[in-house]
């Protein structure tokens, strides 16, 4: 198929000058006197590439392109200009026209320089193509069908191409570090590393060391220069899970990293730089945390740039039944079992379940589910006593207010759950689809904390 050439121009040889040259080297030529009219052109689509001159009666070319970006930014549009105007054309293209032409000039730059055009213009086609298939594999696994889910994916959407410093709240297993894996994977940054850490399960004492690295001499035992995760996050994107669990002493040292991208390694008094991009995740509420003085108010403002809340799955109800159903298919493939289907039963008790676990909670108990179950149906009789305990854990004189059920219904659910794993944390802490450290935090908030810790 022959690009389309549209040219605007008043002069009726410069018109004729183009056509000639442009239609037998394999183009089909548009042309126009006034602007205007060639606007009607662009409008009804085929163009690929236009030449208008700057100077014109009317509607002058400055103007035109900038009715031609509004229509359609990716289309080139190169300017033709008298030498006296050159310093014009030049702030064209700072606005956005491909390049621009000397008059008189030689029909055969116009074809090279047309070439060019085309061949920009596929690419960034192309990327836009490439961006939008990553940007479905990477929500591909992501449900979100009800809103709140669906505000959370617009406000990821509008934070990845930015370096803002991004706050992702939610309770423990809504999916927080899924929501910042695709935040770097839609950024310009996708193709360099992606690195977590989780801020609550390195002990303070190395928490320092651990993000900026150490240098050799520095303590009894650091025989060499070793990177820490700041400096293996390279230009990519470093994620601070459970920042609200971040050691006080080291706060300030991380204020002054997000601020200005410099940094110490543990004994080193060469300023090091990083260009990494920062994202924290919490459970917790980070300015309650300042007010206590147990956060620095000054590192939360900082981070707090643009807040994502990710909802509880109580909270994604038209979610839970696609979530659990997508469960279903990536365990039995994963665990080499055939595929099953959910008893009609389970998926309403799965929605009405109040997931203190939230979605991980939910994937660990389809994966046991998938294991235990016989037949062609998981049934009621295959999901965890644990959790049909919890069903109906709520004593009849339950408070009417819902932070003293939930705070009831969480300490029944856990002190049932730790008894079913014989008192072992760490088995309680993978069915309920947590860190450990995580769990233990549960335990001490309620004076459980009687687990082996195994």
């Known amino acids: 198929m022959r690009p389309t050439v549209l040219v605007i121009d008043d002069l009726e040889s410069a018109r004729l000058l183009l056509r000639r040259y442009l239609e037998p080297a394999g183009y089909d030529v548009i042309v126009h006197s006034d602007a205007r009219e060639a606007l009607k052109s662009i409008r009804a689509g085929g163009v690929d590439v236009v030449l208008t001159d700057l100077k014109m009666p009317g509607m ?43 008059k008189p000039f030689d029909p055969a730059e116009v074809g090279l320089l047309i070439e ?22 990477l929500q591909s696994g992501i449900i979100a069908s009800s809103e709140p889910m669906k505000q959370v994916l617009a406000l990821a959407e509008k934070a990845a191409p930015t370096d803002v ?40 004492s190395l928490v320092e060391s651990e993000l900026f690295g150490v240098t050799k001499g520095s303590y009894t035992g650091a025989t060499s220069d070793r990177s820490g995760f700041v400096d293996e996050a390279q230009t990519g994107t470093l994620l601070l899970d459970e920042i609200g669990d971040l050691a006080l002493p080291v706060q300030p040292k991380l204020l002054r990293l997000l601020q200005s991208g410099e940094y110490y390694p543990v ?57 659990a159903n997508q469960f279903l298919k990536e365990s039995s493939r994963r665990l080499g079992v055939r595929a099953a289907e959910f008893d009609p039963e389970v998926l309403r008790f ?12 939910l994937e660990n108990v389809v994966e046991r589910s998938v294991l235990v179950h016989e037949g ?79």
């Open 116 to 137: 060019r055009a085309l061949k920009q213009r596929d690419i960034q086609r192309e990327n836009v193509r490439l961006k939008v298939r990553l940007r479905e594999e």
């Open 267 to 323: 004994g080193g008094h060469r300023k090091e730089q990083s260009q990494a991009r920062v994202l924290c995740a919490t459970n917790q509420d980070l300015g309650k945390l300042s007010e206590e003085g147990k956060f620095r108010s000054d590192l939360y403002y900082r981070i707090n740039v643009m807040r994502i809340e990710l909802p509880p799955l109580r909270r994604r109800v038209a979610d839970i039944p696609l979530l």
């Open 165 to 204: 410093t991004v706050l992702i709240q939610g309770d423990t297993g809504t999916g927080k570090e899924r929501i910042a894996q695709l935040i770097h994977g839609l950024s310009d940054r996708s193709a360099a590393p992606f690195v977590t850490v989780n801020c609550c399960a390195i002990p303070e």
């Open 376 to 454: 062609e149906q998981i049934g009621m009789c295959d999901l965890p006593s644990e959790l049909l305990g919890g069903k109906d854990a709520a004593p009849a004189d339950s408070p009417n207010d819902y932070d003293s059920a939930r705070e009831q219904f969480e300490r029944s659910y856990l002190t049932e759950l730790l008894d079913s794993c014989g008192g072992n944390v760490t088995q309680a802490a993978r069915l309920a689809g947590v860190h450990r450290a995580t769990f233990y935090k549960w335990l001490n908030r309620y004076n459980l904390n009687k687990g082996s810790g195994q």
């Open 350 to 361: 799965f929605s009405t379940y109040p997931w203190p676990g939230n979605v991980r909670q």
């Open 60 to 102: 002058d070319g400055m103007t035109a392109l900038e009715q031609i970006r509004d229509l359609d930014p990716e289309l080139p549009v190169i300017m033709l200009t008298a030498f006296a105007s050159i310093d014009t054309a030049v702030e064209a293209m700072r606005l956005g026209a491909f390049d621009y032409l000397r």
